[in-house]
């Protein structure tokens, strides 16, 4: 068995070949709400050796229902710094950027390189999640981008696809059409719903430019949609062909 004892399941599962290759992988996460905190909490569970984390806000008491650093303690606090400490605890080899900003479309430029062999999109504002769609392709690094995972119940409704074979999530039409704006008609893998979501759980923002309205959430489905994500980038990893 390899030295890390805690990867020993996994090595089980993947081999030695495969812990190699998650090891020398760069991920980049950007948003770490109830989907992206999950979803960076399986990427560093499964032994990837190098994880960019990227938020600006922080833990609000409204979170706690749903996001991984939200707890009663953790009111007030960073979410990089409560992430940075948890997923340093579960692995302390693990080679831990964390970006304490909102990601600008300047910053999105910036931020998104050659250097990162996958990005996980989990922000839910459309013009910030745009500027990392449309960085991530222009550098030619695969994504995946999480839609909407408010207000929906059904777990088995959640999937993987292109972006533009996505179909009853509001935040994907959007990001569709803004998209086709860009003469971008494919090629972006999503996470999202076909459930058919209630109007009657969305609320109008007050105050806040970035969101215009949010729709309720219940604890599991964020979690969900951040599983979704992270399988699909360590799935891609483990699957793709060595390079020499």
């Given at each position: 068995m390899n030295n890390n004892h805690w990867l020993e399941r996994t090595e089980l599962l993947i081999k030695q070949q495969g812990l190699d290759t998650l090891q020398k992988a760069h991920i980049l996460i950007v948003g770490l709400g109830g989907v992206g905190s999950f979803a960076a909490e399986f990427i560093a569970r499964a032994g990837v050796g190098s994880l960019t984390i990227v938020d600006g806000d922080c833990v609000s008491l409204s979170n706690i229902n749903r996001q991984l650093p939200a707890l009663h303690s953790t009111v007030g606090k960073n979410k990089t710094e409560v992430m940075a400490t948890r997923l340093l605890d579960i692995n302390p080899q693990l080679n831990l950027t964390v970006i304490h900003e909102f990601l600008t479309p300047e910053r999105a430029t910036e931020i998104v390189t050659p250097q990162f062999d996958y990005v996980i999109d989990c922000i839910d504002s459309i013009t910030p999640k745009l500027n990392l769609i449309l960085s991530a392709k222009r550098q030619r690094v695969r994504l995946v981008s999480c839609m909407g995972a408010g207000g929906a119940t059904d777990v088995s409704q959640i999937k993987v696809t292109d972006l533009m074979k996505t179909y009853n999530c509001p935040?994907?039409?959007?990001?569709?059409?803004?998209?086709?704006?860009?003469?971008?008609?494919?090629?972006?893998?999503?996470?999202?719903?076909?459930?058919?979501?209630?109007?009657?759980?969305?609320?109008?923002?007050?105050?806040?430019?970035?969101?215009?309205?949010?729709?309720?959430?219940?604890?599991?489905?964020?979690?969900?949609?951040?599983?979704?994500?992270?399988?699909?980038?360590?799935?891609?990893?483990?699957?793709?062909p060595s390079t020499p």
């Open positions: 935040l994907a039409k959007f990001i569709r059409k803004r998209l086709k704006n860009e003469r971008i008609d494919s090629g972006i893998k999503a996470v999202f719903s076909s459930e058919i979501v209630s109007k009657d759980s969305m609320q109008r923002t007050e105050g806040l430019d970035y969101k215009k309205s949010f729709y309720g959430t219940i604890s599991f489905m964020p979690a969900a949609f951040g599983l979704h994500a992270a399988a699909a980038a360590i799935n891609y990893l483990l699957k793709r």
